[in-house]
């Protein structure tokens, strides 16, 4: 059975973020999931001198658990919301950094959502894939595969836009059971 | 001029805050008026709120006093100045939390009549960025330097084409004569801002 965690970011309980993420549940049915809700459980995104907490060791845990990482989250100022960065900066540097990465990442798909066009997120240099790409990606092993699934330009979307790529979400998260 | 200075390291004895302390006496000296904001020791927190994303479309936007004061500093700014530790090749949280928090819509940009972004801060001519990294500049090039981007990028969009960019990387390995002399190097150009 594959194991899966998904990381949910965001402020709101009732949002499209959030139909996204239950989507991906849906879609993970059969697999041992394991969920992180950053928002939820109170996470501390600061960095700070003393860098331990059992947030910080129990999350570890989870990344040496799982076979897959899916991230859910809306794109802010380019790159994740710095509720999911600031999980980013503690839980993963010592990795990316060259410490003991998490090798048995096989895969990380990130699900999230733009404001803005593809065009203005090309201009802006993409760092939130890249984030994914260059720095988780490497943290995990060599042969870690990514999947970038966005949804740009949310707010001029109408319904049926929307409503496709919660399909899409399902669909890839299936494609991990 | 007026400069806001915004230096984040949760260690006030780190080197962050000597190059800190070198940008505001460049800036100083050449006459600019300069505000330093050390967002640790602010407990600025990095995370928007359940209350302040409700009310991120609305009419008010800015839900605390803190971050309206920081959005009052930041209007009236012609420069923006961030001295901090890249990790994971972007912005530290708190500082991207600061981007997220206070350049709201209003602030940070408005929207045109079909929905578009445009830039608000039109009065900002200078950014800034004085970074440490923690690895060698090819493998920062390597992972495409995230934080620099969110900076000459991104907020360049909230600024407009008036503002010009400048960036100073310290980058690992360094000996301690080198990040003196980086620190020389970064309050010189200071000097020269205006």
Same mark, same amino acid.
């Given at each position: 059975?594959?194991?899966?965690?998904?990381?949910?970011?965001?402020?709101?309980?009732?949002?499209?973020?959030?139909?996204?993420?239950?989507?991906?549940?849906?879609?993970?049915?059969?697999?041992?999931?394991?969920?992180?809700?950053?928002?939820?459980?109170?996470?501390?995104?600061?960095?700070?001198?003393?860098?331990?907490?059992?947030?910080?060791?129990?999350?570890?845990?989870?990344?040496?658990?799982?076979?897959?990482?899916?991230?859910?989250?809306?794109?802010?100022?380019?790159?994740?919301?710095?509720?999911? *960065?600031?999980? #980013?900066? =503690?839980?993963? /540097? +010592? %990795?990316?950094?060259? !410490?003991? $990465?998490?090798?048995? @990442?096989?895969?990380?798909?990130?699900?999230?959502?733009?404001?803005?066009?593809?065009?203005?997120?090309?201009?802006?240099?993409?760092?939130? *894939?890249?984030? #994914?790409? =260059?720095?988780? /990606? +490497? %943290?995990?092993?060599? !042969?870690? $595969?990514?999947?970038? @699934?966005?949804?740009?330009?949310?707010?001029?979307?109408?319904?049926?836009?929307?409503?496709?790529?919660?399909?899409?979400?399902?669909?890839?998260?299936?494609?991990?059971? | 001029?007026?400069?806001?200075?915004?230096?984040?390291?949760?260690?006030?004895?780190?080197?962050?805050?000597?190059?800190?302390?070198?940008?505001?006496?460049?800036?100083?000296?050449?006459?600019?008026?300069?505000?330093?904001?050390?967002?640790?020791?602010?407990?600025?927190?990095?995370?928007?709120?359940?209350?302040?994303?409700?009310?991120?479309?609305?009419?008010?936007?800015?839900?605390?006093?803190?971050?309206?004061?920081?959005?009052?500093?930041?209007?009236?700014?012609?420069?923006?100045?961030?001295?901090?530790?890249?990790?994971?090749?972007?912005?530290?949280?708190?500082?991207?939390?600061?981007?997220?928090?206070?350049?709201?819509?209003?602030?940070?940009?408005?929207?045109?009549?079909?929905?578009?972004?445009?830039?608000?801060?039109?009065?900002?001519?200078?950014?800034?960025?004085?970074?440490?990294?923690?690895?060698?500049?090819?493998?920062?090039?390597?992972?495409?330097?995230?934080?620099?981007?969110?900076?000459?990028?991104?907020?360049?969009?909230?600024?407009?084409?008036?503002?010009?960019?400048?960036?100073?990387?310290?980058?690992?390995?360094?000996?301690?004569?080198?990040?003196?002399?980086?620190?020389?190097?970064?309050?010189?150009?200071?000097?020269?801002?205006?």
């Amino acid at each position: 059975m594959s194991r899966v965690l998904v990381v949910r970011c965001h402020p709101l309980r009732e949002c499209y973020i959030d139909a996204v993420h239950q989507r991906v549940l849906a879609g993970l049915a059969g697999a041992d999931v394991a969920t992180v809700d950053l928002y939820r459980e109170g996470f501390r995104p600061e960095s700070s001198i003393d860098e331990t907490d059992g947030h910080v060791e129990r999350h570890r845990d989870l990344l040496r658990w799982c076979d897959a990482l899916l991230l859910v989250y809306p794109t802010w100022w380019a790159g994740q919301p710095a509720m999911l *960065k600031g999980w #980013v900066d =503690r839980v993963w /540097a +010592p %990795a990316i950094e060259g !410490g003991d $990465r998490f090798t048995n @990442i096989g895969q990380i798909v990130a699900i999230t959502t733009h404001g803005s066009s593809k065009l203005v997120n090309m201009l802006e240099g993409e760092g939130g *894939k890249r984030t #994914v790409t =260059r720095n988780l /990606a +490497p %943290a995990c092993g060599r !042969g870690t $595969r990514t999947r970038w @699934i966005a949804l740009y330009g949310i707010d001029r979307l109408g319904d049926a836009r929307r409503s496709r790529f919660l399909d899409r979400a399902e669909r890839v998260a299936q494609s991990l059971v | 001029m007026r400069a806001l200075l915004l230096v984040v390291d949760p260690d006030p004895a780190s080197y962050t805050h000597e190059l800190a302390r070198r940008a505001r006496s460049g800036l100083a000296a050449a006459g600019n008026e300069v505000t330093v904001v050390d967002l640790h020791a602010i407990g600025f927190a990095a995370a928007m709120s359940p209350v302040e994303r409700e009310a991120y479309h609305g009419d008010e936007p800015l839900v605390s006093e803190q971050v309206a004061a920081q959005a009052a500093l930041v209007t009236t700014a012609d420069a923006l100045v961030v001295v901090y530790p890249s990790i994971a090749s972007g912005l530290p949280a708190i500082l991207k939390g600061w981007f997220e928090r206070v350049l709201v819509p209003g602030v940070g940009f408005g929207f045109n009549a079909q929905g578009k972004v445009r830039p608000a801060l039109t009065d900002i001519r200078h950014i800034v960025g004085i970074a440490t990294y923690r690895e060698p500049r090819w493998k920062v090039a390597v992972r495409n330097d995230n934080g620099r981007r969110t900076l000459t990028r991104a907020f360049r969009m909230s600024c407009g084409l008036q503002a010009r960019s400048r960036w100073f990387g310290c980058h690992e390995p360094t000996s301690s004569a080198g990040r003196d002399e980086f620190a020389d190097r970064v309050e010189r150009e200071m000097t020269g801002l205006s």
